[in-house]
Structure formats: C-alpha cells, structure tokens
C-alpha cells in the first residue's frame, strides 16, 4: 500500500510523460552512491504501443562518480557508462502511477527529495536495461574480469577465444582495458577485454575444462570493480581458502610422469613420429624411478632444451608442422617445467600449475585426459612433494598408458 500522503504532484507526473525522475538513496554504504529512479518505456502490444514505467534501483562506486565528475570538469569526451563501476541494479515493473508512488514511497522518505533526473544527476544512459544493451555489455566485460582474477589468483591456466585465433596461458596482468596473457617463458599477449565474451573464457580445473558461466548480464552483485585511486581491480569478497586435493595431491615425479603421458596423447593425436619426441618420452618417465635427480637432469634430450625456451632444431619443425607448432611448443615448455622448475630450489606450486595447463592443451584438442587414479600411488605429502622413487610395477603401469 502506499504510504498516506505520498503522492507525485502533477508536475513529476508530467515529466513522467517523457523523461526519468530520480531521488537520491540514502540507505547506500560509505563508498557507494544510489539512486532511485522511475524511467518510463514505451513498449509493444496487440493493440500498438502503449506506456510502462521500470522502477529501478541503482548503486555505483563514489570513486568511479567522482571520476565522471573530474572527466566531465576537463571537458573529455567520454560515456558516463563507461566509466561507472555499477555495483547494484534492481528492476521492477510499474503499470500505473498507483504502482509508482508505492515503489517510491518505500525507498524515499519524502516525495520532496523526488526530482528530474539531471538535478540528481542520475545517469540517465542507463535506460537501455535490455540483457543486449550498452550496460550488459559492460557487466559482460566484469563477469570476464573476475573469471581471470580468480585464475590468476590460482595461478591457473585460461584458454581465451579469439575468433579466428586461441591463446593458452597464465594471467600475469589484468588492466581496465586489457589483459597480460603469458602465453610462454618468453612471449606475453595483451587482450582487450572489450573484445572478449564471457562464452570466449575457459578455465581450467583439475577435472577439466570450464568455459565461464554467463548467468545474468544484468545483475553486478559480486562483480570486481575498477578502483581509480588504486588503478587495479578490486574484488567485492575473498575466495575461501580451499584444501589440496586433485592434482595437488601427487608428487612432482608423478606428475611429470603424467604430463609425459599427456604429451605422448598430443603427438598420437597429431600422429607425429621421431626419435627425439621418444627420447623426451623416455627421459619423462625416468624420472619416476630416479634415485638421483641431477644425473637425471644431465641425461636430458634435445627437446628439453626446446622446453627451456631454446630454438626447436628444424628438422621437428618439419615434423610438427606449421599449424601445431605453436601449440606443440607450449606443451613442450609446460611438461618441461613441470619437473625442473623447482629441481635446485624449494618447492613452490610451479610443479602442479604446469601440469594443468599441460592438460589444457588436451582438453583444447578435444583428446580425453590421462585417468589421475594410476599416478595417486606417489603422492605429494612424501619428500616434501617429490616422492619417493616409485617401484619398477608403478613405473611400468603408468609407461603402459595409451602405449
């Protein structure tokens, strides 16, 4: 019911005729700043077209308002929209002026505060809340943004959709317009993010390959923000810390083992031959068993050198073949790593990152992922995370994958 007494006086109810009439919303925290607005919509029926009225709830960060207002001081050519960190956005249907003055009258506490739109200064570009409009599109860019946060926090890799090109890497930074994508030890890419879709954004997890949920365009609850004073992205809550488990739960010789079979899939797949992808094949494995790692590491193949960032002898080059040899070269590099990175310091979480984005590259291809039960007889709680040597059975079990 409406509150006695609250009633539009007629000249809001004229503005109503065409235009928006907001109020302040004085229940907003500290660092955000709200409105209540009423915005009229012409829209469709049987009989032509006829008026509905949204009331809307609008919620913005105070930093990226009073970005507006410095852009808006030096004269600059800019969309409010595009700048606006919208951390709140409640819709409802009003179909008479009834309804109006119930809406209002629960979230403004005088009829007095209600006025035009440009003496509140609600940002009235607002008005195309379509889930195609201007503002999904931006909410669009944040549910990206905070997918790569997360992946970046847990330094996992994210295949990216470009349209007529892939990329496969780590987050190493994320601007308000871009994003820092390190495809390899030696090369970085930068991203736009206005031209990324939330469908283009796969994550990968241990048990697979996650393209980002789109959900609802229109709802900002939750989503990062851009801090202007920081010039970083801030996320609204921090992600509980999660125990280990999956991946995490085997030892590094376990998993360069299985990063090894996760390589002898890809050349199967491709249906590539020689004898140095064999020797990089071999000198996977032998880590499993190797009581003494540095002499493992001086046995080392010429591919390895190629995963250290060295040039692939041209002779591969023609085996590989152009069309793969990106892809084949960041395999090579990630099941690399994956038992040298940390073979003269401490362990870090370096080991089992690569081996993710090694699995990246399969679930790319579409080639089914070696079964992770086999390589849980050597886990990652013995020898601070390298395992023990593994019996000749174990080794032999996990050789026999796919061969």
């Not at 349209?163 to 930074?173: C, D, H, N, R, Y």
């Amino acid at each position: 019911m409406t509150e006695e007494g609250f009633q539009l006086p007629q000249q809001l109810i004229n503005t109503l005729c065409s235009g928006i009439i907001a109020a302040y919303d004085k229940a907003t925290a500290r660092d955000r700043l709200g409105w209540i607005a009423v915005i009229p919509e012409l829209v469709p029926t049987l009989s032509g077209q006829s008026w509905t009225y949204l009331g809307v709830q609008l919620e913005v960060t105070f930093d990226s308002y009073l970005e507006v207002q410095r852009l808006t001081e030096e004269g600059a050519d800019f969309e409010a929209l595009n700048v606006l960190m919208v951390t709140r956005l409640e819709r409802t249907r009003l179909a008479s002026l009834e309804e109006i003055n119930a809406f209002l009258s629960c979230r403004v506490e005088r009829v007095e505060f209600i006025r035009g739109a440009e003496h509140v200064e609600f940002p009235d570009d607002v008005c195309d809340l379509s889930r195609t409009g201007w503002l999904a599109g931006l909410l669009a860019r944040r549910r990206v943004v905070a997918s790569l946060l997360r992946s970046q926090r847990r330094q996992q890799t994210v295949r990216i959709d470009l349209g007529q090109s892939t990329l496969v890497g780590e987050v190493e930074a994320l601007e308000f317009l871009t994003c820092r994508l390190r495809i390899s030890a030696t090369h970085v890419f930068d991203v736009s993010l206005w031209s990324v879709e939330p469908g283009d954004v796969h994550v990968v997890e241990d048990s697979g390959m996650y393209r980002l949920p789109t959900g609802d365009l229109l709802e900002p609850d939750g989503l990062p923000v851009w801090s202007y004073a920081e010039r970083c992205w801030v996320e609204s809550a921090s992600e509980p810390i999660e125990e280990e488990q999956g991946l995490n739960a085997l030892s590094i010789r376990a998993c360069q083992a299985m990063g090894t079979v996760a390589f002898r899939r890809y050349c199967a797949h491709h249906g590539l031959s020689h004898p140095e992808l064999k020797a990089f094949v071999k000198h996977g494995f032998a880590m499993a068993d190797s009581q003494d790692l540095g002499e493992w590491e001086q046995n080392q193949p010429l591919l390895v050198r190629a995963g250290m960032g060295h040039d692939l002898p041209e002779r591969l080059w023609q085996v590989v073949g152009w069309p793969n040899l990106s892809t084949f070269l960041y395999l090579v590099n990630q099941v690399t790593s994956i038992g040298y990175t940390d073979l003269y310091g401490a362990v870090t979480p370096a080991p089992w990152r690569h081996l993710r984005a090694a699995l990246c590259v399969l679930d790319g291809e579409g080639i089914p992922r070696p079964p992770i039960e086999p390589f849980l007889e050597s886990r990652s709680s013995e020898v601070h995370g390298w395992g023990e040597p593994v019996n000749a059975a174990v080794k032999l079990s996990w050789m026999a994958l796919d061969s």
